[in-house]
C-alpha cells in the first residue's frame, strides 16, 4: 500500500519563475492539503483539495494555486517566485467522508529559489 | 496569536531516559484535536500520537504519551526509554473544530531532540 508520494524531491528555480509540485495521496484517501515549511519553522498551511475543488485556503496569495485531477492527485502551482518562496512543500492526504484524525504526509518536496 | 506554542528549541535527552516536550495551544473551540509529529532530518512528517478535547484518558502509543491538561491548555509529549533513532524534530499541532471536514493543522515551531548515547 503506497503511502503519500511527492514529486520532484528537490528543485532549484530562478526567481521569477514558475513551479509546479505534485502530489500523489494514500490508497483510499480523497482529500489533499499543501503546507509550506520554512527553514526552521513549522508547517503552514496553503490550502486543500477535495472534489477538485479548493475547500479552505490559508493566508497565501494567488501566486499559489493548486489543482486535483480526477484520481484524487494534486498538483501545487507557485508563480512569479520569490527568494522567500525557498521551502519544504509538504503533501497530505485524507478521507473526507471518515471524521478522524488520520492525515498522512508525504516526505515532502524541497525548492530553492535562487 | 499563535495557536500553538513550543517554548523549548532543542533538547538533549540520555539514551533510555525520559523526555518531556511541551505544548501550549489556544482556542475557544470546545472541539479540538492535538497531534503530535516527529520530522526526521529526511524531511517527512511522521504521525506520533493524538488526543481530542472530549477524549477523558490521555493518550498513549507505545513509547509516547500525551499529557493533556485541558484547563491549562497544555498537551506534553512523553517519550520514554529514549533512543538514538528517536533524534529529531517533534512539532505539535491543532485541528479546531468536531466532525468536520477540516484538516487544516496550526502547528508549533517544533523542538529539537538530540539523544545521546
Known amino acids: 500500500d503506497a503511502g503519500v508520494t511527492q514529486s520532484p524531491t528537490h528543485l532549484i528555480k530562478t526567481r521569477g519563475q514558475q513551479v509546479t509540485l505534485r502530489c500523489s495521496p494514500k490508497s483510499g484517501h480523497d482529500t489533499v492539503s499543501w503546507y509550506q515549511q520554512a527553514l526552521g519553522q513549522g508547517p503552514q498551511f496553503i490550502f486543500q483539495?477535495?472534489?477538485?475543488?479548493?475547500?479552505q485556503r490559508g493566508n497565501f496569495p494567488d501566486r499559489f494555486s493548486g489543482h486535483q485531477f480526477p484520481n484524487y492527485s494534486s498538483e501545487l502551482n507557485v508563480n512569479a517566485l520569490l527568494l522567500g518562496d525557498s521551502a519544504l512543500y509538504l503533501c497530505?492526504?485524507?478521507?473526507?467522508?471518515?471524521?478522524?484524525?488520520?492525515?498522512?504526509f508525504g516526505p515532502g518536496t524541497r525548492l530553492t529559489v535562487t | 496569536a499563535q495557536k500553538i506554542t513550543q517554548t523549548q528549541p532543542g533538547m538533549f535527552v540520555q539514551e533510555k531516559e525520559a523526555v518531556t516536550l511541551d505544548c501550549t495551544y489556544d482556542?475557544?473551540?470546545?472541539?479540538?484535536?492535538l497531534f503530535w509529529y516527529k520530522q526526521p532530518s529526511s524531511g517527512e512528517m511522521i504521525f506520533l500520537i493524538y488526543q481530542g478535547s472530549y477524549d477523558q484518558q490521555n493518550a498513549t502509543e507505545g513509547r509516547y504519551s500525551l499529557n493533556f491538561q485541558k484547563a491549562r491548555k497544555s498537551a506534553n509529549l512523553v517519550i520514554s526509554a529514549s533512543q538514538l533513532g528517536d533524534s529529531a524534530m517533534y512539532f505539535c499541532?491543532?485541528?479546531?473544530?468536531?466532525?468536520?471536514?477540516?484538516?487544516?493543522?496550526?502547528f508549533g515551531a517544533g523542538t529539537t531532540v538530540t539523544v545521546r548515547a
Open positions: 483539495y477535495y472534489e477538485e475543488e479548493e475547500r
Open positions: 497530505a492526504s485524507s478521507s473526507y467522508v471518515r471524521i478522524s484524525y488520520e492525515q498522512y
Open positions: 482556542t475557544s473551540d470546545p472541539s479540538y484535536g
Open positions: 499541532a491543532m485541528r479546531e473544530g468536531r466532525g468536520s471536514n477540516d484538516y487544516k493543522l496550526s
